[in-house]
């Protein structure tokens, strides 16, 4: 895998020209690790885990610190001293426990935890359909260029075909005009073949980008037929299992806590309070009278701390009923969260039903193409056999090689559908 990946990132440093042989599952790991989207889910989960880790601190104490130095106030005098305020400081530590908080702290980190259980169902929905398109995209791609071949191989029976008239006309058995019809025919093959070889080529650039390469890398699939892999116990599912399913019920979830959040507002509140502060160079002067009567100049510098602890409680008296209405409306929009889940649930049992039709039509068809071609090669090779020996007409050849490429593209696209029809029943399982 290692291996796998940095030949990806090189490829997409510049080595376009490089070409690189891939097979299904090594198409859906280049794309699981450059996609875009997958990388934006997974952002989105780590930022789903650090908000969880926010709302958590919410149960620890919060510390704050301050200090404070004074160097404007003027002196004060009071009761016949001057009090000197000038360059006095002042700092302090103070804690702040929440005791009770309506339940909004429990609600906040339950709604934090359902948050990062919705991201990692986000990302998990995205990587399926991730690797849905990255499967799709390689199968397809192997699928044209089974056209592709399938073309050259018309081509090649028409140049028998041509040869053989040839000959046939310089025997003196044939007419012109049917060696034109051959060549007319060649010619609009050989449009078709055009076509087909423009259409893989869009196909390689899709799965390049798919993956995460330059799209002028030259891609082999490792596979030459689409292959057909039924998933087993199509009728053994639970629509519970997909991510879309974990999805809404979070939502469901998180708008009940967001009820629980909104009433919070609206109930006590207790923290308790602690706190420490020590100031100094508080400067006093006066005049003080000595034990001879007479009065002295007198100063003082005061330094101390003192602690301090509180409980604070809070209580919402009167707000003419906005909480009440706030809270019927959280319940409300939760309400509504479950009417959504029933449909989509009903919804999704619909989209599994036709995944499962799907499958199940799309394998009958792929064994009547098989059927169809097995009939084709027959009977081209028993016209051919008898157009050469004089027995059949250039027309009934025709007709049996026109034949044989049309039952040929019919088996190529059954095989293309079902495949992806599988890869579909996977993701609306739950499986991808």
Known sequence: MNKLLSLA???????????ITLDSKQCVAMALE?????KVAENSLEQAKLQRGVARTAYLPNFAGSAMLNSLLPDMETMGMTLNMKAMWLAGINVTQPIFAGGKIIASNKLAGIGVKAAE???????AEVSADAQNSYWTYVAVLAKVR???????????????TKASLEAGMVTRNDLQRIEARRAQVLYQL??????????????????????????????????????????????????????????????????????????????????????????????????????YPY?????????????????????????IKKVKHAKIEAESAEI?????????????????????????????????MTQADTNLANITQAYELGLSSLTD???????????????????????????DYLRVTGRL
């Open 9 to 19: 990132i090189a490829l997409a440093a510049g080595l376009s020209a490089q070409a």
């Open 34 to 38: 450059s996609s875009a989207d997958l």
């Open 121 to 127: 169902q986000q990302r998990r929905m995205t990587r």
């Open 150 to 164: 399938m073309m050259h191989s018309y081509v090649t029976q028409i140049d028998s075909a041509y040869n053989l």
């Open 194 to 295: 055009g076509q087909v070889e423009n259409g893989a080529n869009l196909s390689r650039m899709n799965l390049c980008h798919t993956i995460g390469v330059d799209t002028e890398t030259e891609i082999t699939p490792a596979d030459e037929e689409v292959e057909i892999e039924l998933p087993s116990n199509l009728g053994d599912y639970s629509i519970l299992d997909r991510p879309e399913a974990a999805l809404l019920q979070l939502d469901i979830d998180a708008k009940r806590q967001q009820v629980n959040v909104t009433r919070a507002d609206y109930l006590p509140t207790v923290a308790l309070m602690a706190g420490w502060t020590a100031y100094g160079n508080i400067r006093m002067s006066s005049m003080q009278m000595g034990p001879d009567g007479n009065y």
């Open 299 to 323: 100063n003082s510098t005061t330094n101390d701390n003192i602690w301090n602890i509180m409980v604070s409680l809070r209580v919402p008296l009167w707000h003419w009923g906005e909480g």
């Open 340 to 372: 959504i889940r029933e449909d989509r649930l009903k919804l999704m049992s619909l989209e599994v039903r036709q995944a499962i039709d799907n499958v199940n039509s799309g394998s009958q068809l792929l064994d009547a193409a098989r059927l169809a």
């Open 397 to 423: 050849l025709l007709d049996a090689q026109s034949q044989w490429h049309s039952t040929s593209s019919d088996l190529i696209e059954a095989s293309t559908q079902l495949r992806i029809y599988c890869v």
